[in-house]
């Protein structure tokens, strides 16, 4: 038995006995990329390092970090970004993940195969964007988060709903590790918007399609409308994930 073969088996025991998860392995550190280990400890994100429940992600300036999930999918995180993953499940045809994008950008990329239930939930400082299977982009803001879908559906609520329906399973009858399930939603497509005063609070899980945006503020409020494509698609980070994402393809 080698060396390398002892590390791994080690790493395996460790993460049995604390009972932490994988969330996947960092695939892509560009530039300065750091992971904390704990709170005060943080270390230089390596080609392939496997990451878990618990670790946080930041970015420095232009730098950036692609995830590889469990099970399939890419989460990019973008320049000045900070991601605490947070849970994750994987079974052979039910895979969930959850995450805070505590600032930042971050694009989410994640198909379903056939079959396969795929949740991946992320929660920024006023919004939580859900999916099952598909691509969204999020900037969180400390009064302000924005989400917008480039393929597929994502279901959207305020942040204050979602962490108060987490509290209701935790004290629930359901059990511990049960994934979060999202509730009843109202779907909105495009060209149908709200937008202006932010005069309309976000009661509920809504649906966004393709093409939506919707930007909600720590009030709960929120605007919802289709963004200019070609625009968007001129930004840098929105580029180099088109790139990574056809690579994939």
Not at 74 to 101: C, H, Q, W, Y
Not at 165 to 178: D, H, I, S, Y
Not at 186 to 206: D, H, I, N
Request: charged share 30%; proline share 4%; net charge positive.
């Amino acid at each position: 038995m080698n060396y390398r073969t002892l590390s791994i088996q080690f790493f395996l025991l460790l993460t049995f006995i604390s009972g932490q998860q994988s969330f996947g392995k960092i695939s892509l550190p560009l530039g300065k990329v750091e992971v904390s280990l704990s709170p005060d400890k943080w270390e230089r994100a390596k080609p392939n390092q496997a990451v878990y429940e618990g670790n946080v992600i930041r970015t420095q300036a232009r730098s950036r970090c692609e995830i590889t999930l469990r099970g399939g999918g890419k989460v990019r995180i973008g320049e000045n970004s900070e991601l605490e993953l947070n849970d994750a499940e994987v079974k052979p045809m039910t895979k969930s993940f959850n995450a805070n994008l505590k600032k930042g950008n971050v694009w989410v990329s994640a198909k379903a195969a056939f079959g396969e239930k795929k949740n991946i939930a992320l929660r920024t400082p006023t919004a939580v964007a859900a999916i099952r299977g598909t691509k969204y982009r999020a900037k969180a803001g400390e009064d302000e988060s924005s989400v917008l879908v480039y393929d597929g559906k994502v279901d959207v609520n305020q942040a204050k709903n979602y962490i108060e329906e987490r509290k209701e399973k935790r004290t629930g009858l359901a059990p511990k590790n049960t994934p979060f399930k999202l509730g009843p939603v109202t779907e909105v497509k495009a060209p149908k918007q709200v937008s202006g005063p932010y005069e309309v609070t976000l009661e509920e899980w809504v649906t966004l399609a393709e093409g939506m945006q919707i930007n909600v503020r720590k009030d709960g409020k929120y605007s919802m409308f289709e963004f200019d494509q070609k625009n968007d698609s001129d930004l840098d980070f929105v580029k180099w994930n088109k790139e990574q994402d056809a690579k994939e393809n």
